[in-house]
């Protein structure tokens, strides 16, 4: 997916287009908000944290059970799911001594299925 960046077209004048410049400046989010933004593109850049969210997405899995589809220790996959648990992207329920997790929302697999369906473009 990388651009050959040498061949890549620039911009030759230096014009600006001040009353486009103004409408964009109006819709950019606060600088708090793009941050935030950029931390939830973090969490979601990590293969195993990515891996875990396929593996929850349609119905709930305990730890054990993502472990084992994963082939990771059950204490790494709780570590990933802590980091996706404070990123609000899972909830879970424990049921006896099972903690079972799914995706927390729609907006979660709709990101990663938008993101999927991009990178298969």
Do not use: W
Not at 6 to 18: G, L, R, V, Y
Not at 24 to 42: I, N, Q
Not at 74 to 100: C, E, M, P, T
């Amino acid at each position: 997916m990388k651009h050959n960046v040498k061949n890549a077209p620039t911009c030759e004048c230096e014009e600006i287009h001040s009353e486009l410049v103004e409408r964009r400046r109006e819709d950019m989010p606060d600088e708090a908000t793009l941050y935030d933004l950029s931390d939830f593109f973090k969490v979601l850049g990590d293969s195993t944290r990515i891996s875990i969210l396929f593996a929850i997405d349609g119905e709930p899995m305990c730890v054990c059970d993502i472990a084992s589809l994963l082939g990771m220790t059950k204490s790494a996959v709780s570590h990933q799911l802590k980091i996706l648990r404070q990123s609000d992207l899972v909830s879970y329920r424990k049921s006896g001594k099972n903690v079972f997790y799914t995706l927390k929302d729609d907006h979660v697999r709709d990101i990663i299925e938008k993101a999927l369906e991009h990178i298969k473009e």
